[in-house]
């Protein structure tokens, strides 16, 4: 297959790895996107502050390959290095791609095939694999529910942002909506909505073309920061845009279900704390036999009904 070119000044694609303390995964990531079969693109590593040896394997990779280029900044979080990243790309387009996943052989020529037959579109995404290395790859989306090209409006995003390693974006947009928003948990969902509430227009790839790796140590493990997060960011949408009544029915839905997640979260807890109280009844029961058990219970009861009343 013949590539497209990229700009007049630039390849097609901007692979953008942010990255910090990264060495354990960064060279896997830079490894997978030498090993494209597509060859028109350039890596911008942003060494966000790294302590470990994050800045030298980075910097070992561009002294072996000019297509990678590395930028050092003190650490400025997620959306810092992806701002540094997206300000410095020269491509056509921007591939965002975390330092611990992977982009398949395939990404970047399906991608730019899929960009040329479905034009007009300001992001694409692809579907890809949920990945526990050593373990198991799962689909992100199976057989049953994203198998034909497609595109989600704002609404859909708002419900639930799409996967999203090795997705591809129009560089100009980073300009129009400022790049990523500093101070914000959730960044990368934070962009999509911007942009796709400015006007942007989304279009879906069925084939899976990344690795997404999954680890406990990811902000994406720590569910209620996620809910939350995702409960402010919509709420800031609603707040700095002038969205469509299907959009603010979207907005009230997400808030809505998100706290229901939240709630559910603390249930467990609460089951447990019964269990340790039941088990504690049983113990007391033991030693002191169930009649004065009983007479205990109810002298406690009596005792924090009084403190309750007395404040």
């Known amino acids: 297959m013949s590539e497209a070119a990229g700009t007049a000044t630039g390849p097609r694609f901007s692979v953008v790895v942010p990255a910090y303390e990264a060495e354990s995964t960064l060279g896997e990531t830079l490894d997978a996107i030498l090993a494209q079969t597509f060859t028109d693109w350039e890596c911008v590593v942003v060494d966000d502050g790294s302590t470990d040896g994050t800045l030298l394997i980075a910097t070992a990779y561009a002294q072996r390959d000019p297509r990678f280029r590395v930028v050092h900044q003190c650490n400025q979080g997620t959306a810092g290095a992806y701002n540094a990243g997206g300000s410095s790309a020269i491509g056509e387009f921007v591939v965002i791609c975390s330092a611990d996943d992977i982009l398949l052989p395939e990404h970047m020529s399906r991608m730019s095939a899929f960009i040329d037959s479905e034009r007009g579109y300001d992001i694409y995404s692809s579907n890809g694999y949920y990945w526990r290395p050593g373990e198991s790859r799962t689909l992100a989306y199976g057989p049953d529910e994203s198998r034909e090209i497609h595109s989600l409006e704002l609404s859909d995003v708002i419900r639930n942002c799409f996967y999203s390693v090795g997705a591809t974006y129009k560089r100009e947009l980073h300009a129009i909506v400022g790049g990523y928003r500093p101070g914000v948990y959730g960044e990368d969902y934070d962009f999509w909505l911007r942009t796709l509430a400015t006007g942007a227009r989304h279009r879906y790839l069925p084939e899976p073309l990344s690795l997404f790796r999954v680890s406990q140590s990811q902000k994406s493990a720590k569910l209620e920061a996620v809910f939350r997060s995702d409960i402010r960011l919509v709420s800031d949408l609603r707040r700095d845009f002038n969205l469509s009544e299907t959009d603010l029915q979207a907005v009230d839905e997400t808030i809505g279900d998100r706290e ?24 007391v029961s033991g030693v002191l036999g169930r009649s004065r058990a009983r007479r205990l219970n109810s002298l406690l009861k009596s005792k924090v009904g009084r403190g309750r009343r007395s404040r």
């Open 260 to 283: 229901i997640r939240i709630a559910r979260l603390h249930r467990p807890s609460a089951l447990f704390g019964n269990r340790l109280r039941l088990a504690v009844k049983r113990i």
